[in-house]
């Protein structure tokens, strides 16, 4: 079994920065893909980014590429989530998900993931 835990969220103005973490216990996760998707109120949830096991690829939204990086550090069994310039249109819950090694399907999908945390709210309001 894996948790996953969001930690990092706030209030923060426009323009401004701050990094999510997710952390996670569990042995798979090392070898699993990573993924961060995020909701507002009223809307469905959405992709943000991802990154393979290794770190060597990683996937974004177009509305987030450019001002948000993806990264992971396998050793301490954490995910992060810099995100760069945000937006009022930023403000949602961030959700952090893991796919199982083996799972086939886009990254971009949230239904390719196994395992998810509670979520971090980002509210960016001036």
């Known amino acids: 079994q894996v948790q996953l835990v969001e930690s990092g969220g706030g209030l923060v103005q426009p323009g401004d920065s701050l990094r999510v973490s997710c952390a996670a216990s569990?042995?798979?996760?090392?070898?699993?893909?990573m993924g961060w998707f995020r909701q507002s109120p009223g809307k469905t949830r959405e992709f943000v980014a991802a990154?393979?096991?290794?770190?060597?690829?990683?996937y974004y939204a177009d509305s987030v590429k450019g001002r948000f990086t993806i990264s992971r550090d396998n050793a301490k069994n954490m995910a992060y989530l810099q995100m760069n310039n945000l937006k009022p249109e930023d403000t949602a819950v961030y959700y952090c998900a893991l796919r199982l090694p083996g799972s086939s399907g886009s990254p971009y999908r949230g239904a390719t993931y196994n395992y998810w945390g509670q979520g971090t709210q980002v509210t960016v309001s001036s």
């Open positions: 990154i393979t096991w290794s770190g060597g690829s990683t």
């Open positions: 569990g042995r798979t996760f090392s070898a699993g893909a």
